[in-house]
Every structure is written in C-alpha cells, then in structure tokens.
C-alpha cells in the first residue's frame, strides 16, 4: 500500500509564504515524477508545479517565480515553497506521485489534500 501525506498548509495573508511537503510511504519501489495540484471552488483541477526524478521542473505560468518545488529523492518528498502569496493562490493543495511499486507498473497516486488560504 502507498500513501501521500501533505502537510505545510494553513491560512496567510497576501504576500506571505507557505511551505509545502508531501511524504510518500509504503511499498515503493521508484518514484519516476512528483508534483503538486491544486483546486479552487468551482474550478477544475490544475497543475502547480512538477519535478521529474532528474531534477526537472515545470510550472504553471501563474506561479512562475513565486513557487519553487524541490525533492529529497532519499526521503520520498516532495516541497512546494510558495512566496508572494496572492488570493488568488487560495485551493486545496494535492500532492501527485508517479511511481512504481515492487515488480509493478508505473501508477499515479495522490494524497488528500491541504488547504491553503490566503487572505487580501
């Protein structure tokens, strides 16, 4: 079994900073791509920020420059740390995994979510 926990979230004014992590646990065998997702009432689902097993990275357009995700590849995490936080940034944050378990296929795997709030 596999589990993504995010932790990290929290309410903060515009302008402030937050950061983000995610743990991958169970029985993982590699982890290929991590990345975090985010989604505000009424709207659909949407990539933030992803990081490959090679140390690339890519991001949506309207957090370039604000948002930088990392990985400890030895401690299955993933960081997203956000500054200059605006209103607009306000979702549930959602970690996303693709990896592999022992002797299986590639899979993606997400966590719960956190939520993250920023006020005007």
């Known amino acids: 079994q596999v589990q993504l926990v995010e932790s990290g979230g929290g309410l903060v004014q515009a302008g402030g900073s937050l950061r983000l992590s995610c743990v991958a646990s169970g029985s993982i065998f590699s982890i290929n791509a991590m990345g975090w997702y985010r989604q505000a009432p009424g709207k659909q689902r949407e990539l933030v920020a992803r990081?490959?097993?090679?140390?690339?990275?890519n991001y949506a357009d309207s957090v370039k420059g604000r948002f930088t995700i990392s990985r400890d590849n030895a401690k299955n995490t993933v960081y997203l740390q956000m500054n200059m936080l605006k209103p607009d940034d306000t979702a549930v944050y959602y970690c996303n995994a693709l990896l592999r378990r022992a002797l299986g296929p590639y899979e993606i795997y997400w966590g719960q979510g956190t939520q993250v709030t920023v006020s005007s």
């Open positions: 990081i490959i097993s090679d140390g690339s990275t």
